[in-house]
């Protein structure tokens, strides 16, 4: 019952097969082998951008701070939510690649930035002069660090308030899968067709071991990013293994097949949890449930083993109701949620 | 009428003088020189401490930043208060310098950091694990950038808490002279005395052209020291030049004679604006002044030809009262003080 | 028949089941897994290093930059051969890492730096000043760029200069199976007993799929290690996938026998080369040859397909003899060996 | 005595003076002040150059990493000579603003580039690959490291080959003025007119106390300039004083005038080295003489108390003859001179 995070699971048997299919015989390195091209293409398909730049990162980090080094120059401002991923969980990445990007944190509802508040900030950041720096770009998270979803039209609309300012948007997809899986439209409808500039496009959470695409939708973009990805370690010699994980989850719909398994889970927990006289800190629509719970649950929810965060840490231990996250994923079984809620209940199993 | 910033006027004459009187002859470059050595002594002296090592360069960023990176190591935190001119006002040098240094801000009446937020911070950022970066040093400013100041007392506490978490404490003294004209109490007293383990002190805003002295208490903070401001560009070859400076405004106590004529100043400011049917935003403690005046009164300055900020930005245009801030300065002439009062209060001078 | 990088070929067999075998069940992430512990030990017996500190990333170039990183302070000087790795073919990631570092290349013959050449650098880089910086480290590689192999005492002498002069000595050891298979002794005569203080510990090339270990045979060399991987993008989440790879290498002394194919196959090369008329630019002794062929040889071998570079780039192209760089693998067939050396000599297969 | 570096001498009176006569009243801060003005203006029309950005900054070390940072994208190489003072001098603060930037070094009799060499190495550059990393900008000095000058056509033919390969070509004249005091023509001929992209002009050692001037003759490469500057540091709040330097400097002529006079010394210098049983090492063209004296001149010139390197370091102490570096100044008197020449000849004076 480990509920800790959706990296907690390994990888899908695809994405192992995949490793073991691509494994034959001599390719060249870096990139120049037939399983990247193919990937590559799998995704242009997948988010019907035929003109779209892909490359294969291992980490979310290095994906989502190379392509801040990418479109922050220097002295650059970077918007962002407070609880944005590349604010609070990158241990300084995005400055450290920018070489001292500034990340100006915006505070929003349940991880969601509002195009207001991001305008109010835009318009005050473009005021700053030398001092303050320059307003450089606009990330925003999907699914959120809270689980919540931007649809299409939010995303349109911070688009829009973005590139009136002159700013590329960028998209951090880690759980890019339990955004659309949740929505209806196409990986199109929320990225390019509303206006995302470049996609961190997540595999590690979603079943893959270690891999991770950023999409330029506009080559001009991408311009030198090679460099870039190598210069601080992220070009692979045997990259074949990084695009094949990649190809897997694109292929038949893996990607989203498991997204769903994942966010139903947490549709089901938080029945769960609001049965067991607990309530929901934010809406539940990916595969993370926010929620406080009875300590009485919690703790029976302990003895019988299962391992979740506080929120937002241990600092919460004590309190009743207690503050807790859970996560889902693409392999987290159905009988530990049905065990956990169990526990919650107070129920024998 | 210039109140926009303590940096509109120029150098004292004893500036100027000393520059032109260490003018003669040849001397060695890059600090082995003789007025280098003077000057180092005569803060050391100023500080009341004797193995003080310090070092001078030309802005208060670079000071500002460079110990940042002396104090900072990688993945590593920085607690500051959220308008700390580290923060706000140097486009990003603090994590340049540090290359990719975490600023975690905090909030707090007047500018000035609770010692409770403090603690409370550092509880949390030790918490983080890798994702979230280590806590490395708290930097306070003094005089802060709301004008207020920090007692030796308030000093003292924050010192205790950022030592009880091993971190060293950093004080931005752009301003120190106002501070200290401010306070019963010695420099030493407000500074290594209550546990400040590192000083910039300024000397532009206090009268200089351009130089500011960076203080270790602490010795063994200073190692490689010199290599970062080489590194950066900092290091000058006439160094006698930087040197002189900081001496003229060392000797004679003329940097606290100077601070005491921007901080008398600003409080006959502060008076007159209350008078004048202001009202103040943050008590007036040292050279700057933070108030809303009414509109009227802000349209007879402007048209009398006060130079002044709105704060926090030009927003506050059309307000009424209207937001401003005002900066008193070394050589901030007492006749433009009262041609800015009568002009508030609408009186014919 | 290719022969252009040992990283053309993919991973060993036990490599690709040892991920499958890893794959079950949750696990914590970010290092914090049975797997990680497993393949850390297995490197310190592999090393009898019982207090090495060992850390796993991906490639290469993150490695060794990231160790870089880690010894050299601001200002530094980092000393390699003209043709190591970190100069030539990591588009400047050590100095990206280090912010700055200098590398201070120096010549010797088959890659191999003399410990004379080393200690005269070392001296004048002493008296560089502020402006030269200050010495900070000592590279070397082993197997080097150019095939050969630094001997015990080879190394030992080079570790000798480094210390006398206060340095830590780095070995990048992205063929280090290949050097330890062509000597007599063990990874620990020729790492930490002969006084290497931290070795990267190459496992891509030896028939991982990516994965390299970082050892710090002193743990207080290791000191925020992690840090620095985070913040760079190099710390993964399922981090069971790169420790299992390690441990699949060294379970049984499968790198050593790896390591002794690819020797092996090169040796058999260079007989080859010598029989068909070609000459060896430097000795054989691991599993590269770099040699001169007649033009005439080479075309058969174009001709017969077999990949490999020119050397040192493609001006060489229209020479007579023809400067070639040949590579073998942990699973290059013997056969391909075989059908590239009948085509050298002109002969029927 | 001191012919240790340019640098030993202070600043001319007119630098003072200026500096003065800047100091009364109140101007805005940052570079928006008629000083910075009025000097821009006066290096356009000293350029002939109408359209330059002009940008003021206090070290050489700063201009040039900040024009390294400008020009030179990540990944790339920034091609100097191997004495070049940006290679040799500046701690690695090329590599620091740059954050990564490759200098690949290139050999060249009296510290002048041959255009073949340099068109040599871009080719090679250019095959490098990701590994390698890209060609990104050309640095020369003038006057040289050795004192040598690049004449109007030597730039010219260097300027061509760099455009040819797409690099833009940066000048850096930390002795510009001696340079130009050296040849016929203009300041404009030996910059934009034989194809320099960005020179960085040199007050320092030229007879200002801390100025350079960073001048982008094509506005577009200045694009974001003033955010690196700010950024690192280098941004003077009351800039007038920065400005009021170069401008005293540009006025009147007196630039030349005081290259001209440290030509002159060293032209004299050289006689009398030769005179004195000395060889030259380089041809002396500018404000520099590199040669070997008679171990017994040297002798009587330290026990004379004249103050000069050995070079290239100390370990020339002991050598007969002994390698020395004699600089001349902007206020060099000419009785040091001729003292100095009187000590080597073994004359009484």
Request: net charge negative; charged share 20%.
């Amino acid at each position: 019952m480990n509920f800790a995070s959706d990296n907690a699971y390994g990888a899908h048997p695809a994405v192992v097969r995949a490793l073991a299919e691509c494994n034959d015989g001599a390719m060249m390195g870096y990139g120049d082998d037939p399983v990247t091209a193919r990937a590559e293409a799998a995704l242009r398909d997948l988010l019907q951008a035929p003109d779209a730049v892909i490359r294969f990162v291992a980490t979310g980090t290095a994906a989502n701070a190379l392509v801040c080094a990418q479109l922050c120059p220097a002295g650059g401002r970077i918007y962002c939510h407070e609880d944005a991923h590349i604010e609070t969980s990158e241990c300084g990445a995005p400055e450290f690649f920018t070489h001292g990007g500034k990340l100006v944190t915006l505070p929003g509802e349940g991880g969601k930035i509002a195009p207001h508040v991001l305008a109010d900030a835009l318009r005050i950041g473009a005021g700053g002069g030398l001092n303050g720096g320059r307003n450089a770009m606009v990330s925003i998270t999907n699914a959120t660090e809270w689980g919540t979803v931007y649809s299409i039209d939010d995303v349109a609309a911070l688009a829009e308030t973005a590139h009136r300012a002159g700013l590329p948007l960028h998209m951090d997809g880690a759980r890019f899968a339990n955004a659309v899986a949740a929505l209806e439209g196409s990986a199109a409808d929320l990225t390019w067709r509303a206006g995302v500039d470049v996609l961190c496009l997540g595999g590690t959470k979603n079943g893959a071991m270690a891999a991770e695409a950023v999409v330029f939708f506009d080559p001009a973009l991408a311009e030198g990013f090679d460099y870039r990805r190598k210069q601080s370690g992220h070009v692979f010699s045997k990259q074949r293994f990084l695009s094949a994980q990649m190809l897997a989850l694109a292929e038949d719909g893996l990607w989203l097949d498991l997204a769903r398994h994942a966010n139903g889970l947490a549709a089901r927990l938080a029945e769960g949890v609001l049965e067991a006289g607990g309530s929901l800190l934010v809406p539940v629509q990916s595969n993370a449930v926010f929620a406080t719970i009875p300590a009485a649950a919690h703790g029976r929810a302990q003895e019988a083993g299962a391992i979740y965060h506080l929120w937002p840490d241990k600092s919460a231990e004590g309190l009743d109701p207690v503050p807790i996250r859970l996560v889902t994923s693409w392999n987290t079984p159905h009988a530990d949620i049905e065990r956990f809620l169990a526990a919650l209940a107070g129920q024998q199993t």
